[in-house]
């Protein structure tokens, strides 16, 4: 018999063509050097604890045995105070029963995108993305098309540029708003002319509103699910773990239209028989208790974002736009160097800084990295002294 590829032998088409994950790449990159003095500016969460009276609650649910499998969709309660917190915050109204709790945002795209797809289907999405939903399509036979975020406005996802990316193919619109990575956020405007769009092409939206808190300049959150008609073809993806700093607990939700609401159930019972116990006592606390948490953790944000802004913008040659919202800033480096994953590489190797190189999150992130000030003041401005002075090596002023 021939030899055969072992990864073609067994590896399904899909899987042997979905592409790696940059994040961890770096990731698993900088922990080869393992050095104390790593300065990283590539996390994605927030490094703060947890509220006090979220862990409380998890405590206390932990000590009345709450311990066992819950109701696949969660608790009741929970799925309840989702449904308050969609009205009262997004004005939407989705009831408790077409809300599924799941074990991290992230499980819900890829629940979404096997409920969704078919091999074929067309799903716009903007570039760069964030590269789970790029994944997850692929991962159905899918295609994402990608259409451009601009810095020039505010990497704003515009209905022209949605419009131009129809085709007979098209199922669905995935908006990322605040925007990992570019920090963009999409204004009304742009969101009537999309959802404008969805309605006369008959298409799906998923609106990944994690970031809904964190925005900066008095710029606000508007969910497209609760402009007119919308609620009807729009999925909201949100979770706990920005806001409330809860990444470690794997907690979120979705909220879903009548039609797609027991076919999604479904699949997320067979992928994860239902999110952890003790992390939907938590969030409920999340939920019901004291939000000032929130608006302090986005007030420190705001500081370190002005911070690193600025200071980028003392390096000569760095084309950068402030972030709207998220804690990431998605500078252009290419003027240093075009390779931004060497750029990323050589920084982890030679400066002990890790950043993410932009083309992780698609195409239009060459020669960016993605920067993120979930980091300490103090981490960030030895971060960012240690590029500079990687950039100067490279590059001196002329
Ligand atoms: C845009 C976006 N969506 C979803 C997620 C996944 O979040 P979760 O921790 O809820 O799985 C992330 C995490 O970085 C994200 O940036």
Known sequence: MCPTN??????????????????SEVQRYASR???DDMVYMSMGEPDFDTPLH??????????????????????P?????????????????????????VSGSQEGISVLAKALLDPGDEVIMGNPYYPAYFQNVVLQGAKPVLVPLDRSNGYRMTGDAVAKALTPRTKL??????????????TPDDLQAISEIAETQDLIVVSDEIYEHIVYDGVTHTSISSLRGMKERTIVQNGFSKAYSMTGWRIGYMALPDELISKVEEIHRATVICPPSISQYAALAALKGPQQAVSEMTAEFSRRRNF???RLNEIPGVEIEPPKGAFYVFPDFSEYEEDD?????????????????????GPAG??????????????????LDRLEAHLKSIRPPA
Do not use: M
């Not at 979220?54 to 608790?75: F, M, P, Q, S, W």
């Not at 309660?77 to 709790?101: D, F, H, M, T, W």
């Not at 619109?173 to 999409?186: A, C, D, E, F």
């Open 6 to 23: 072992s990864s073609r032998r067994w590896l399904s088409s899909a899987a042997a063509t979905v592409p790696p994950y940059g994040i």
């Open 33 to 35: 050097y393992g050095s």
């Open 54 to 75: 979220i862990r409380e609650a998890a405590c206390k649910a932990i000590n009345a045995g709450k311990t066992h499998y819950t109701l696949d969709v969660g608790i």
């Open 77 to 101: 309660e929970l799925r309840q105070a989702i449904s308050e917190k969609l009205l009262k915050e997004n004005g939407v109204n989705y009831p408790a029963s077409n809300i599924v709790v």
């Open 173 to 186: 619109i995935v908006i990322v708003s605040p925007n990992n990575p570019t920090g963009g956020v999409q």
């Open 308 to 310: 690193v802004v600025r």
């Open 341 to 361: 994953r060497k750029l990323a590489l050589d920084l982890i190797r030679e400066a002990h800084v890790v950043t993410v190189h932009g083309s992780a999150f």
């Open 366 to 383: 060459k020669g960016h990295l993605r920067i993120s000030f979930a980091a300490s003041q103090e981490k960030l401005s030895e971060g």
